[in-house]
């Protein structure tokens, strides 16, 4: 493992400092770009650097063939390689990536048949999926070598990486220089986060929203929350009991748990929740739900029925209605909550909140705060 992944980390050194692509081939170039640009499909780069460092590894392993149920001897575990060598890499050099294995995407999971450039990956914007078999098939014929098709995609990820850092450092510059600024009220704040959660691909802010919601006044109610989970992380996989696991300050013991809901909360929720609970050893008092659409009459009531049968008080409560009135509650920690919620935004991975998503923000909020 040290030896791979010392040849990979100069391989990665060479694609930092190189200006020039390492594939002569203009179309093989430009689909190699097209993977790593894609905003919303990020699972074919993980898929492609794994595939290469198994090459690379192994000259012996059939490029096509990342997974060990084929059963040939030139067969290997894709996920394997991915876990191992390309997680870290990403995380080190923080690159635009997914962070979770490839191999656990619906298009490249559980399958027991080589790659060919016939092969049917379902997904969306399957023209992608057609190119990520078309690269390792030309690996495979010995058109493009596995070494210069990883260093190629590190290359454009780093600069993809530094592109994206720029525009963000360029909106945060403006924010800070604007001469007339002023800080947003309670309810402006509310229309910011309003117009931030209408963006495409928003279902991880009310999670961030809550957590900064709570980091802004712990110190006043004794209350902490713990680490983040990944956004795609599902709980039986963390050992999780919610979204957002709330603490007192010196006690690891779970008090409240978050579950964020970006559809109608139902019964069976309320169910699994409480099912959830019940085998856990943990004395949870507040299980909430936060959505973001509306709540049914039947189901609250449902949930408020659960107190008188189980001591465990279960909420559901909309996501606008439960941050304004945290905020005029804690008016004076409003700046606070609004700072804490940007810098989450910005530290989550692209994955989770992609980059349209953070710049929109920051314009946002940039816009929201200049004077008219």
């Known amino acids: 493992m040290k030896e791979l992944m010392k040849i990979l980390e100069n391989f990665v050194k060479v694609s930092t400092v190189e200006t020039k692509s390492f594939i002569s081939d203009k179309d093989l170039r430009s689909e190699i770009e097209d993977i790593c640009r894609n905003i919303r499909i990020k699972a074919p780069i993980r898929f492609l650097l794994s595939c290469c460092s198994a090459k690379i590894d192994n000259i012996e392993f059939d490029i096509r063939k990342p997974y060990t149920e084929i059963g040939d001897k030139d067969s290997y575990s894709g996920r394997s390689y991915d876990e191992k060598y390309i997680q870290t890499i990403i995380e080190k050099y923080n690159l635009p990536c997914n962070s979770t294995t490839a191999f656990l995407t619906p298009a490249f999971r559980n399958r027991n048949s080589t790659l060919t450039t016939d092969t049917e990956l379902v997904g969306r914007q399957p023209e992608l999926y057609k190119a990520t078999l078309m690269l390792i098939n030309e690996v495979h014929n010995g058109n493009l070598t596995a070494e210069n098709l990883f260093k190629e995609t590190i290359r454009i990820l780093i600069i993809l990486r530094e592109e994206n850092n720029e525009r963000i450092k360029q ?137 008188d049968i189980s001591s465990i008080e279960i909420s559901i409560l909309d996501c606008i209605g439960f941050i304004k009135h945290f905020l005029h509650f804690f008016h004076r920690k409003r700046t606070t909550f609004i700072d804490n919620y940007q810098k989450l935004i910005l530290a989550e991975p692209d994955s989770a909140v992609n980059q349209p998503l953070k710049e929109a923000f920051l314009a946002l909020r940039k816009a929201a705060e200049v004077e008219k």
């Open 171 to 307: 909106l945060l510059d403006s924010l800070k220089d604007s001469e007339k600024s002023v800080a947003l009220s309670s309810e402006q704040i509310v229309i910011l986060l309003k117009q931030h959660l209408a963006c495409k691909n928003s279902s991880r802010l009310p999670v961030l929203i809550v957590a900064s919601a709570y980091t802004s006044v712990s110190d006043l109610i004794g209350e902490k929350i713990k680490p983040l989970q990944s956004h795609n992380a599902a709980d039986k996989q963390t050992g999780a009991y919610g979204d957002i696991e709330i603490t007192l300050i010196n006690d690891d013991n779970i008090v409240t748990s978050y579950e964020m809901k970006s559809k109608r909360v139902i019964k069976s929720d309320i169910e699994i929740a409480i099912k959830k609970i019940r085998t856990s050893k943990l004395n949870i008092d507040n299980y909430i739900f936060i959505t973001t659409e509306s709540i049914d009459n039947e189901v609250d009531e449902y949930a408020r029925s659960i107190y």
